[in-house]
């Protein structure tokens, strides 16, 4: 079906160091894969994406990667700082704008 | 520009009661859609919309309706609440097409006793 399992739920880090969360999805059919990140009591943001014709997106800390043939793609944040604890989700959309989200990932980076 | 404006922020109903979210958004976007989010469940599709006067199922309609009489705006209505239905709800927006990213509202704070 539809469904996205992300992993881990939570993840505590060092600051500096890296944080990878993973999801994986079942729809052959998803093309979009989106990521956001959500400060307490505040409204899901999306911090960057990826296209199915697209292996691989770079902004700054932020990467994502995909592997469709495996379907999975990961969240990966370099050199994390407190400014990036917050709850991360994954989600898959494919035709229309419909997206599917994953349970979320609570990141806390100690500084 | 606005973004996507949800009103009320808080709301407290008792079992049995009816109530409207109100989502309005001023961006021109032809899909809108309704999630609510729970502890541990992400965000769950309720109702969408690709256009007005278009409205279909996402997935867990049960318990909500919605309507699409212009471009702007796109209420959520709760026909009876029901404890299960505490919740934070959000109203998202996209230009449409595939593919195209979500603007989420600040939300809507429920609480059903």
């Known amino acids: 079906g539809e469904n996205v399992e992300q992993h881990p739920s939570t993840l505590s880090v060092q600051e500096g160091d890296s944080a990878v969360i993973k999801c994986t999805y079942s729809?052959?059919?998803?093309?979009?894969f989106p990521w956001y990140k959500q400060e307490l009591g505040k409204r899901p943001q999306l911090i960057i994406d990826?296209?199915?014709?697209?292996g691989e997106k770079k902004d700054q800390r932020i990467a994502v990667t995909l592997n469709k043939t495996a379907k999975h793609f990961s969240l990966h944040i370099t050199e994390t700082q407190p400014e990036d604890s917050a709850v991360y989700f994954c989600?898959?959309?494919?035709?229309?704008?419909?997206?599917?989200f994953g349970g979320g990932t609570r990141v806390l980076v100690k500084p | 520009n606005a973004g996507v404006t949800q009103t009320p922020k808080f709301q407290v109903l008792k079992t049995g009661q009816s109530m409207t979210l109100q989502c309005a958004q001023d961006?021109?976007?032809?899909?809108m859609s309704w999630y609510r989010q729970d502890p541990g469940m992400g965000l769950r599709l309720i109702h969408y919309?690709?256009?007005?006067?278009?409205?279909d199922q996402g997935e867990v309609p049960n318990g909500y309706n919605v309507s699409r009489s212009t471009t702007e705006d796109f209420p959520l209505r709760l026909l009876s609440a029901a404890p299960s239905q505490t919740s934070v709800y959000f109203c998202?927006?996209?230009?449409?097409?595939?593919?195209?990213?979500?603007?989420f509202g600040n939300g809507t704070r429920l609480t059903v006793t």
């Open positions: 961006m021109n976007h032809e899909y």
């Open positions: 989600a898959r959309g494919a035709a229309g704008n419909k997206l599917t």
């Open positions: 998202a927006s996209s230009y449409g097409g595939t593919n195209s990213p979500l603007h």
């Open positions: 729809d052959s059919a998803s093309n979009y």
């Open positions: 919309s690709v256009g007005a006067g278009i409205t």
């Open positions: 990826i296209r199915s014709n697209v």
